[in-house]
């Protein structure tokens, strides 16, 4: 599986984003998907996930404020985030979880999202 994430960028404090990752190579809807964010020094956690069955699980840290969706017809996963806060500064990757169903685990390459206050 292939996974292509953008739409990151620069944003003001109290300003929106959303993040798409297309996926290729395989059956998108066999997986479950997830954002995750690293910022530096940190170490990667995990921000927002959806199964293949549509259940959703957020961090804490962004419930609320944060949407995560997939469109199994577009092979494409989002992440609509709202109400940005600094501490949101940090590099985002998504990833397609095939594991608990004898797949793979693959990794897109990371989008910055950097909110100034």
């Known amino acids: 599986v292939q996974l292509q994430a953008s739409g990151g960028g620069l944003v003001q404090a109290e300003g929106s984003l959303r993040l798409s990752c297309a996926a290729s190579?395989?059956?998108?809807?066999?997986?479950?998907m997830g954002w995750y964010r690293q910022a530096p020094g940190k170490q990667r956690e995990l921000v927002a996930s959806i199964s293949r069955s549509i259940m959703t699980n957020y961090a804490d840290s962004v419930k609320g404020r944060f949407t995560i969706s997939r469109d199994n017809a577009k092979n494409t996963v989002y992440l609509q985030m709202n109400s940005l806060k600094p501490e949101d500064t940090a590099v985002y990757y998504c990833n397609a979880n095939g594991l608990p169903y004898g797949l793979g685990d693959f990794w897109g390459q990371g989008t910055q999202v950097t909110v100034s206050s």
């Open positions: 190579g395989a059956h998108f809807a066999s997986y479950d």
